[in-house]
Nanobody, 116 residues
Framework: QVQLVESGGGLVQPGGSLRLTCAVS????????MGWYRQAPGKQRELVTT???????NYEDSVKGRFTISRDSAKKTVYLQMNSLKLEDTAVYYC??????????WGQGTQVTVSS
């Protein structure tokens, strides 16, 4: 069974940076999609970014040029580098892993708060 644990959230001022980490334990498939969703208070969970096993990435428009997703396959870890953070980036960020033809596994979430 796959388990995902996020870390790296916290409080940061507008314009600041944070790096989120998602560590995966258990066996994973060689083909997969991993990524990050976020959910702000009173809003639906939204997709932020994804990365495939081959390194193909995709970003939600509001984070393009500011956020970067990367992975370390040997460590089974995915990172989210967030720069130029804005107030509207405040949310709980969730990591997920999804092999082909299967349901996704989720982490417990990490809080990111952007505030002056």
């Amino acid at each position: 069974q796959v388990q995902l644990v996020e870390s790296g959230g916290g409080l940061v001022q507008p314009g600041g940076s944070l790096r989120l980490t998602c560590a995966v334990s258990g066996s994973i498939y060689s083909i997969y999609v991993m990524g990050w969703y976020r959910q702000a208070p009173g809003k639906q969970r939204e997709l932020v970014t994804t990365i495939t096993n081959s390194g193909f990435t995709n970003y939600e428009d509001s984070v393009k040029g500011r956020f970067t997703i990367s992975r370390d396959s040997a460590k089974k870890t995915v990172y989210l580098q967030m720069n130029s953070l804005k107030l509207e980036d405040t949310a709980v960020y969730y990591c997920y892993y999804r092999p082909p033809g299967s349901v996704a596994s989720w982490g417990q979430g990490t809080q990111v708060t952007v505030s002056s």
